[in-house]
């Protein structure tokens, strides 16, 4: 059986992993995968370096980062300095599917996920 994905990550990602792959080997998109395993890092109350449970800044606020890249087409979407949203990885694909941009930070991110929801 030939195998045309691969998905790699840090220690951290062992959470998500196994929901993408499974989601890749179902013949679901790469994007979608990527998405929903970085929700579920996202969401690991045990991780403390990213999600709503990661560092805060110097100020005690916990701002979170997130960005992904279609490899098919070039788009990227980003955002960072959000808070108070579960998921910056969804808010990222938004960006960059719904945009011209790019990236966005900060209130400027947190307006345009306000807007979607």
């Given at each position: ?106 209130e400027g ?9």
């Amino acid at each position: 059986m030939k195998v045309d994905y691969a998905i790699c990550g840090t220690r951290n990602s062992n959470v998500g992993l196994p929901t993408g792959l499974s989601m890749l080997a179902d013949g679901g998109s790469a994007l979608d995968a990527v998405e929903e395993s970085i929700k579920l890092i996202e969401n690991n109350p045990y991780d403390i370096t990213v999600g709503f449970n990661g560092f805060p800044n110097l100020l005690g606020i916990v701002e979170l980062d997130a960005s992904i890249m279609d490899g098919k087409t070039r788009k990227a979407g980003a955002v960072a300095a959000v808070k108070n949203y579960r998921h910056p990885i969804s808010i990222a694909r938004k960006v960059m599917d719904l945009t011209p941009h790019a990236f966005l930070v900060g209130e400027g991110a947190e307006r345009f996920a306000k807007t979607l929801g």
